[in-house]
């Protein structure tokens, strides 16, 4: 069964501390998505990769960084977490560059920033 | 700027009755469109598309290219349909992929 994983299911971390969000797709799809769900704001995209070691902002990038060293993994780094940052986080993947393919998503990493 | 309006953000049946939930977007060119789900507890999952034109869990969702609207209609809602909705206009070019900021229904026994 084709998955999209994220590593953490709840994460809680304190004020000042570099996060690092871990997804791992095994469909060989070349795009990757970062979004964070907040109640009343929806999915805000925050980095995608089309490609290994590409990347491009999304609507919401400050205050995050992403990485893509193989095409089966992207990460997204939160380099001094903040309380506003408490979230959930999706990560997608896709296997087409273009639009039109449909997003697999997966089961989120809700993030506590104490 | 390319967006996605979904003006409910809560909504309420009642068991058996008619359901529709608007979509509109403001995107140049014509997009690719895409209704998701997520049921509780559940990935975020594709519930239909446009240009497949089937009909999954009895929902539909007809594109009116003069108002740009996308809205997803159910004759009859159920009680599994309660779930946040996702309505996604996603481009064919470029590759910001925007969702609308979802309406959650609740179907009421």
């Known amino acids: 069964d084709v998955k999209v994983t994220q590593s953490s299911r709840y994460l809680v971390k304190r004020t000042g501390e570099k996060v690092f969000l871990e997804c791992v797709q095994d469909?060989?799809?070349?795009?990757m998505f970062w979004y964070r769900q907040d109640p009343g704001l929806g999915l805000r995209l925050i980095y995608f990769?089309?490609?290994?070691?590409?990347?491009e902002k999304g609507d919401i990038p400050e205050g995050y960084s992403v990485s893509r060293e193989k095409k089966e993994r992207f990460s997204l780094i939160l380099e001094s977490a903040s309380t506003n940052q408490t979230s959930m986080y999706l990560c997608?993947?896709?296997?087409?560059?273009?639009?039109?393919?449909?997003?697999?998503f997966g089961s989120g990493t809700q993030l506590s920033v104490l | 700027a390319q967006r996605v309006t979904q003006p409910e953000k809560l909504l309420s049946v009642f068991k058996g009755a008619p359901v529709e939930l608007k979509c509109n977007y403001s995107?140049?060119?014509?997009?690719?469109l895409f209704w998701y789900v997520q049921y509780s507890r559940q990935r975020l999952q594709l519930l239909l598309r446009?240009?497949s034109r089937e009909s999954i869990k009895g929902f539909t969702a007809d594109l009116n290219k003069g108002e740009t609207s996308f809205h997803l209609k159910k004759p009859f809602a159920q009680e599994e349909d309660s779930a946040m909705y996702y309505c996604?206009?996603?481009?064919?070019?470029?590759?910001?992929?925007?969702f609308g900021t979802g309406t959650s229904l609740t179907v009421i026994p």
């Open positions: 446009h240009i």
């Open positions: 996604a206009p996603f481009p064919h070019t470029g590759n910001q992929f925007y």
């Open positions: 997608a993947s896709s296997s087409s560059a273009q639009g039109g393919e449909k997003l697999l």
């Open positions: 995107y140049s060119g014509s997009p690719e």
């Open positions: 469909m060989d799809h070349e795009n």
């Open positions: 990769s089309y490609d290994v070691k590409m990347k």
